[in-house]
């Protein structure tokens, strides 16, 4: 249904005013979304006047002052389930958004409010898929019966917006495939995108080359060797236990750097610890040693990421569930071979051959991702994982191949006109 836009707008000529609304925002950024929506608030700004609603509490005057609001968890519902408390901080947002041309959400945690802003206010809802609640079953362990809630708010959101926007063709696909009541033309891709100018590699000499060197000495990686980097949240659908027993396979000498936290269940994260326990004292680890395993579990500012980037030979991305990836663009701007599963996004992203190596994987069609035969995939990745070690040169020609391929495809440029379209798109009916 086409929603009319407010009196007095022209969306052919006249300058939006376009509510972002978002889980995360800095200085409260913990995935990919959040990452997102950072960079996407910028890059619009030139062509729509931007105000950012997002979680975790005012931002200060300054920041209202440049548009972007914070919103707690009401008082009531500080100790109720998580989707409980999501919903109350998404009606505080609704009820902000008048005057608003159009509103745009991202995550299922900020759907609902754009979908009820939307209905308030009477200007058009548009939604950023950057995950699916039916294809992330496990998040029952983190949320209980919220899960059931997160999924109802979603599927409704879904369902009654102007436009949704997939950062993948392969998102798309996932999209109608959980959705098939929605009209496929009410469905657009836009990739996701990487700030070229705040992800560059360090000079291979002189003082820039040295402090990058030095950063990675003080987190324990010694940048004389090789290693094949993961970052990542600690969740299922980063696939990390299946790195920890694919890395089982590389020689004691390569060192596994893990940039991993924010555990979804204290399940999963003593089941990495267990692992990550066990790949040590394979590899001969005493008390207190890593043995070339080395695990960070803060979240590193960008300039310590571009430094252990820089330091790695490999970057790798072991998801069962991924709907694009920006860690991976990440790693391709900074100049490093991507070896990652051949799911959701990530074959947009990873040209298999020229930019990394596409590692096969058959899933259980159940919503989880779980490889069909887990043994089969852990070997194909550590397959992989040393095929491109044993040629550095591949490895470095692959890893300027991929900064090419950030340049060319995934600009943020681009993807502000291409998202502006789709804003105009829905107001023009």
Not at 91 to 104: E, F, I, R, T, Y
Not at 163 to 191: F, N, Q, T, W
Not at 205 to 228: F, K, M, W, Y
Not at 256 to 284: F, H, M, Q, Y
Request: glycine share 10%; aromatic share 6%.
């Amino acid at each position: 249904m086409r929603v009319t836009p407010p009196t007095g707008l022209a969306p052919s000529s006249a300058r939006l005013r376009v509510d972002l609304l978002t889980r995360e925002f800095p200085p409260h950024v913990y995935g990919g979304a959040g990452v997102h929506v950072a960079e996407l608030s910028q890059v619009l700004r030139p062509h729509a006047d931007v105000r950012v609603r997002a979680f975790d509490g005012p931002r200060g005057p300054q920041a209202e002052a440049e548009g972007v609001f914070g919103y707690e968890i009401p008082d009531t519902l500080a100790s109720a389930n998580p989707a409980l408390a999501t919903l109350g901080v998404d009606l505080a947002m609704a009820n902000d958004l008048a005057g608003a041309d159009l509103v745009h959400s991202h995550t299922w945690y900020a759907n609902m409010a754009g979908h009820l802003g939307g209905l308030l206010h009477g200007i058009p809802h548009v939604i950023s898929a950057h995950s699916l609640e039916p294809l992330r079953p496990w998040k029952s362990e983190q949320l209980g019966g919220g899960y059931a809630v997160s999924s109802w708010a979603e599927r409704t959101a879904y369902l009654g917006a102007a436009g949704i926007i997939a950062v993948s063709g392969g998102m798309r696909a996932d999209i109608l495939r959980c959705y098939p009541e929605l009209d496929p033309a009410k469905v657009h891709v836009v990739h996701n995108g990487i700030d070229l100018s705040g992800w560059t590699r360090p000079a291979d000499t002189g003082a820039e080359a040295e402090a990058a060197q030095a950063t990675a000495r003080r987190l324990g990686i010694d940048p004389l060797r090789q290693s094949v980097v993961f970052v990542g949240r600690i969740t299922r659908q980063k696939g990390l236990p299946y790195l920890l027993r694919a890395a089982e396979a590389l020689p004691p000498e390569v060192q596994l750097v893990l940039c991993a936290g924010a555990p979804d269940t204290p399940e999963i994260l003593a089941e990495v610890k267990s692992l990550v326990a066990n790949l040590r004292e394979r590899r001969g680890a005493g008390p207190g040693e890593d043995a070339g395993v080395i695990w960070i579990e803060e979240m590193l500012p960008r300039p310590d990421l571009i430094a252990v980037l820089a330091a790695g030979t490999v970057f790798v991305c072991p998801s069962v569930y991924e709907p694009l990836g920006i860690v991976n663009l990440e790693a391709m701007a900074v100049g490093l071979p991507v070896v990652g599963s051949a799911t959701g996004g990530i074959p947009e992203v990873v040209d298999d051959g020229v930019t990394g190596v596409l590692v096969p994987i058959e899933q259980v069609d159940d919503g989880t991702g779980t490889p069909l035969d887990p043994p089969t995939y852990v070997r194909d990745l550590s397959d992989a994982l040393l095929r491109v070690l044993a040629d550095p040169q591949s490895a470095a020609d692959m890893g300027a191949a991929g900064r090419r391929r950030a340049e060319e495809h995934f600009s943020w440029t681009a993807i502000a006109e291409r998202t502006m379209q789709v804003y105009r798109a829905v107001l023009e009916g």
